[in-house]
């Protein structure tokens, strides 16, 4: 039986294979069809790490076989050997997952060197400086990536060295600091690995190759792609190049740039370079890089060359492209290709100007833009005014646009802690690593000290929406210390600062926000998504003020307006409270009266705010006991408030808790206890309506939601107590209203039996958050205090109440919309968890037939556009 091919040199692929030679692989492969000057080699495909973990994190020797083939092969190409102590192949291990994860992963440059090899490279270059210093960055990234000593001692050789000397650049030693340089990294590997640094060029590519794969589950690869939606079992690529060394002189240079620019979308090249560098010298902000400008100046035919072959590129992929490149004596060569990360902003501009520009339709636009990312959008920026008095301490690179303000932290974990205690922070770095990730995601925002716009932490804070600035020459870190120095003072751990990520501009202080503007090609983009999307998109919203924004975002209507809320107001506590501890149902109905006239203005108001746009309306649903105070202090002075005693106040409270809440008295068991609660509010949802359409000329339909069925009749008990009221109001108004009665599905027996609900019910709302809870028999309340093990342990990839369990809970969803709509062709359905701002959610809701989605003011227009996508991806009529 033939064996599966699991590598392919460059020439055997093409930009279709991305799911099978990850996304740098393919694009290499398309690169190498299209004739681009790209050094050739081949890929090891995600099938093979997909193996690799089968087989418990070890390469078979049929993958072995085959990567020692293809090496063969590159030998051919290259007229290189690997491992010639004469002509000898070197090449570079990097990572190249499906999709982007920039600096998740790891990378080993100039592989295949030992102590034979790098005399030979001295004299094959005539450089005996370039070839030690490629030897020295060999043995530190092997021994870090692959072995995982710790680099830190290695740099302190490197500085020690260049101490020694007064060199200020690593390009300042010469060939003999070099050799010293390599000499104290071996016996560190030695020290460190009780043995030798490995000589055989076969042992360290193997061994490479391992590493990269491990890498695919390192914890910051494994936080990224939580917050990416990247599932775990797609495994990385791993590409071999062979390389091309931009440390070789004045006449060699290594350089990222993007055909335009990822900050403000505007169409002109961006981008850094390094002369005599190698390309981590540009990722990691170890130097700080030229502008791509100068290398018109520098090497003006490959300046030429590379503008050309990046607008060829830009066009074939019909993306903004992201571009590693190095020069090696003057000949250009081209290493990665990719759509490139951008902020919101530009994501916004690049993909309305491709649609003028006749690149893309409207529908291929849509794919363009990350939904996640609009949520930048919609935060505030710094308040002009007091703008105007703030002083600014330092100035770096505008890396990543926004405003941010928080308490300064020196490292990931201290962000981490204190993020979780509910401080904002702001992450402050000499510069940053990928170890940072988990810091920068809380980082309201992020400083560094070095690297430049296309810096790890440029090019991850902009992926993030996080304001960053980087490349700050002006402030001192001192990282043990935890404090930094700016403008002649000291800023401690804990302090204030503020971070303009649009100038460049730090402030040694808060400063107050204010919501951004929202319009220009925001608007004419999410224009384009409503006219693709079928889709409906509604909000969750409990208060005018929410309702209004909402409407402001592109809400279509409400889909959840939780009452609840409304009752924990000052003003009316007491009525609820007064109404909780009746003895009898005439009290009740007492109370429930002061609450009428407040309850009414509640929906009068938000169908106001709506104007005239659908609104549904649920019924109360929380237990009782949590409107009730629970310390003595308080529960007394009720008692006398309410002229009770302490005692028999305190024993109601006390007769009111429950083992287990969530699933206890509330929703509509409290309605068929108390029947009257449910006539108040329908009164209150009807007269209000009534009293609103006669006043603005609306046709408010209003739409009544009875919470937590699980069984028909307790439906069909709660619809009838609504409906009877509802009528009443209506005949007594001499008023034409058309009103819904319908109900949440949130207990697993209602998904179950939806087609009997269903002949009670006018719609149905998934409420996702208490079905994704019932359905894992976890509370979400108290989930986040073990979710992180299941992370760790590889139980789960993801929080099921952030992103819907499709498998489980969706399975349930699906089934209800069958048996819902076998009963009633015309059943609306929604839904109104919070999963209906999540866009892999949306996708899965488009896909099943829903007619709308609701979620939280602000991620209205992330579901706008992730139902667009899902139009584009899945068309439905």
Known sequence: ME????????????????????????????????????????????????????????????????????????????????????????????????????GMMDTILNLGLNDQAVVALGKLTDNERFAYDSYRRFIQMFSDVVMGIDKRKFEDVLDEVKGEIGAKFDTDLTAGDLKEVVRKYKIIYKKEMGEDFPQEPKVQLIEAIDAVFRSWDNPRAIVYRRLNDIPGDWGTAVNIQSMVFGNMGQTSGTGV????????????????????????????GIRTPQSILRLKEDLPECYEEFLAIADRLEKHYRDMQDMEFTIEQGKLYFLQTRSGKRTAQAALKIAVDLVSEGLVDKKEAMLKVDPKQLDTLLHPTFDKEELKNAKVIAKGLPASPGAACGKVYFNAEDAKTHSELGEKVVLVRAETSPEDIEGMVVAEGILTVRGGMTSHAAVVARGMGRCCVAGCGDIKVNEKAKNFEANGEIYNEGDYISLDGSTGFVYGLAIKTVEPEISG????????????????????????RDAAQAVKFGAEGIGLCRTEHMFFDEERIFAVREMIVAENEDQRRGALEKLLPMQREDFVNIYEAMEGRAVTIRLLDPPLHEFLPTEDEDIEELAKDLGISFQNLRFKIESLKEFNPMMGHRGCRLSISYPEIAEMQGRAIIEAAIEVNKRKGYNIVPEIMIPLVGEVKELGFVKNVVVSVAEEVIRNSNAELDYKVGTMIEVPRAALTADEIAKEAEFFSFGTNDLTQMTFGFSRDDAGKFLNNYYDKKIYEFDPFQKLDQDGVGKLVEMAVKLGKSTKDDLKIGICGEHGGDPSSVEFSHAIGLDYVSCSPYRVPVARLAAAQAQVKNPRQ
């Not at 590159?74 to 491992?83: A, D, N, S, Y």
């Not at 961006?270 to 390309?279: D, K, M, R, S, V």
């Not at 090609?521 to 005018?544: C, Q, Y």
Request: charged share 25%; proline share 4%.
């Open 3 to 102: 064996s599966i091919k699991y590598v392919y040199l460059f020439k055997e692929g093409n930009a279709t294979m991305r799911n099978l030679l990850g996304g740098k692989g393919a694009n290499l492969a398309e690169m190498t069809n299209l004739g681009i000057p790209v050094p050739q080699g081949f890929t090891v495909s995600t099938e093979a790490c997909v193996k690799y973990y089968k087989d418990g994190k070890a390469i078979s020797d049929n993958i072995k076989e085959q990567i020692y083939e293809a090496l063969s092969e590159l030998e051919k190409i290259t007229g290189k050997e690997f491992g010639s102590v004469e002509n000898p192949l070197l090449v570079s291990v990097r990572s190249g997952a499906r999709v982007s994860m920039p």
């Open 257 to 284: 740039a993007f055909t335009r620019n990822p900050a403000t979308g505007d169409k002109e090249m961006f981008g850094e370079y390094l002369i005599n560098a190698q390309g981590e010298d540009v990722v990691a």
């Open 521 to 544: 090609h925001f608007g004419t983009f999410m224009s384009w998504a409503d006219e693709i999307r079928k889709l409906k998109v509604r909000t969750n919203a409990d208060t005018p």
